[in-house]
């Protein structure tokens, strides 16, 4: 399981560095910047890096949630967390579901409408503000 010191989760960057343990004995540490998903499969998590690498550990959705900075990280599905700053598109389906593409995600991800103005909210908090107009 990631073990990082439990911090205010402000206090978390994108520079800090995961211990993920993915095998007995092994563990590799991987900077936040560089986690691109998190994909929830029964009792472990798939951990897909922006270089397309995925690691597979034994961490559970709700603890991601605390371990990753909450401007960077939203949960767009119950079995998926992804970097906005990684987000390439998103493609409507439905009035329920959106298909997003990540960058090193092996194919797109749903995202499901619970979670959608959660995502809406960081995509508009990461957009610079509006430059004004010149003046005529």
């Not at 343990?21 to 009792?43: H, L, M, Q, Y």
């Not at 690691?55 to 079995?79: D, G, I, K, N, Y």
């Amino acid at each position: 399981m990631p073990t990082l010191p439990l911090l205010p989760d402000d206090s978390r960057t994108l520079t800090d560095i995961l211990p993920l343990r993915i095998a007995r004995g092994t563990t590799r540490f991987v900077c936040v910047a560089d986690i691109a998903t998190i994909s929830a499969e029964k009792n472990h998590s798939t951990v897909a890096l922006v270089n397309g690498r995925r690691l597979r550990v034994r961490c559970p959705m709700s603890r991601w949630e605390t371990l990753l900075p909450s401007a960077q990280f939203v949960r767009v599905h119950r079995q998926h967390i992804v970097n906005v700053g990684q987000l390439r598109a998103i493609e409507r389906l439905t009035d329920d579901t959106s298909l997003l593409e990540v960058t090193g995600a092996a194919a797109p991800m749903r995202a499901s409408y619970r979670y959608l103005p959660t995502l809406r909210a960081r995509l508009a908090a990461r957009q610079p503000p509006d430059a004004e107009s010149p003046a005529r």
